[in-house]
């Protein structure tokens, strides 16, 4: 396949960028009015069936070239279902804006495992934009942290929920790391397997284990998980339904981006992106929930951290641009 221009990469960064940010508030708004109960896994559903959308572009309609490892790409789709499980989890104990906090050291895990695993250097000046990003972004839980002792917001029992939390959601971004690099391991070693082909595997995949998993459990309690949780909540159903069609339609976009980025700039760069996510999510928390949560406000240490993401995303552009072949771009 011949190499995309600058702008269509561009273009698809900012696609990647901006549904990746609506994706984590509409979860969370979703979540406050009741419709995701955690045991049901129901927001896991978009995302999977946003990616078999992906069929109704062009490129996904080619077959699968022989020499591709079906066994590498169930293991894939495995390893995504659930990374994708635990961050859903872990969006709803700790609140989206310090989830984000937590996402972005994808990018630090995602470096690491590129190194060892698909031997792709890291360059001095590329470590040093990601251990800004992350020193950023680090200085936000700070922030989160000295907001709930101050107003002793949080019960002993929330605190728990909080820890346990973020233990889900650092498990859930190795998983994710994980499942970037065998992307773009699977990309990289098969240059006619189309993006969007592996996209449409991973979503059906994913489809086919979450319908299971519907069958045994949501589907059964239907009644006392979705639909008394929103009534508990003070939810409208056709809020939370029309929220769900968003995300499935916000998910087909960001997906179509996620493996044109994973084959173009590979796994580090996209998980850079999801450190401008953060800032991004920050910022529209702050809005959207600052009254209801205090904890989602903006803040002054929330404010120097998006100066340094914005710091660590330059200086890691730079080493990009500086890197020879055979490095990570």
């Given at each position: 396949p011949g190499v995309p221009s600058r702008f269509l990469t561009r273009v698809q960064q900012v696609n990647f960028l901006v549904?990746?940010?609506?994706?984590?508030?509409?979860?969370?708004?979703?979540?406050?009015?009741?419709?995701?109960?955690?045991?049901?896994?129901?927001?896991?559903l978009p995302t999977y069936a946003g990616m078999l959308l992906v069929i109704i572009l062009p490129e996904s309609r080619q077959d699968l070239p022989l020499n591709v490892s079906h066994t590498s790409i169930l293991g894939t789709s495995v390893v995504d279902v659930v990374a994708n499980i635990l961050c859903v989890f872990g969006l709803q104990l700790v609140g989206s804006g310090m989830y984000q906090v937590l996402y972005a050291s994808v990018v630090a895990m995602a470096a690491?495992?590129?190194?060892?695993?698909?031997?792709?250097?890291?360059?001095?000046?590329?470590?040093?934009?990601?251990?800004?990003?992350?020193?950023?972004?680090?200085?936000?839980?700070?922030?989160?942290h000295q907001q709930y002792k101050k107003?002793?917001?949080?019960?002993?029992?929330?605190?728990?929920?909080?820890?346990?939390?973020?233990?889900?959601?650092?498990?859930?971004?190795?998983?994710?790391?994980?499942?970037?690099?065998?992307?773009?391991?699977?990309?990289s070693t098969n240059p006619t397997l189309p993006p969007q082909r592996l996209c449409i595997q991973i979503g059906s995949i994913g489809c086919v284990l979450l319908a299971v998993y519907f069958s045994m459990h949501t589907i059964p309690k239907w009644e006392v998980l979705v639909t008394q949780n929103i009534q508990k909540k003070g939810g409208h159903f056709t809020h939370v339904a029309t929220l769900y069609g968003c995300l499935v339609a916000s998910s087909f976009l960001h997906n179509?981006?996620?493996?044109?980025l994973l084959r173009n700039t590979g796994a580090v760069s996209t998980g850079?992106?999801?450190?401008?996510?953060?800032?991004?999510?920050?910022?529209?928390?702050g809005v959207l929930f600052c009254d209801e949560y205090t904890a989602q406000c903006m803040t002054p240490l929330k404010t120097v951290a998006c100066l340094l993401v914005s710091c660590g995303v330059v200086v890691y552009s730079v080493g990009s641009q500086m890197l020879p072949a055979g490095g990570v771009g």
């Open positions: 549904t990746g940010i609506f994706t984590t508030i509409c979860n969370q708004i979703i979540f406050n009015q009741g419709g995701a109960e955690q045991s049901t896994l129901l927001l896991s690491i495992q590129t190194r060892a695993f698909l031997g792709k250097r890291v360059s001095l000046i590329q470590w040093m934009g990601i251990c800004v990003m992350i020193f950023g972004l680090a200085i936000t839980s700070l922030g989160g107003i002793q917001e949080l019960q002993n029992e929330d605190t728990v929920h909080v820890f346990v939390g973020i233990g889900i959601t650092l498990m859930g971004c190795v998983a994710y790391a994980s499942s970037y690099v065998l992307g773009e391991y699977l990309l179509w981006a996620h493996f044109f850079v992106l999801q450190s401008l996510r953060s800032i991004g999510v920050f910022v529209v928390s």
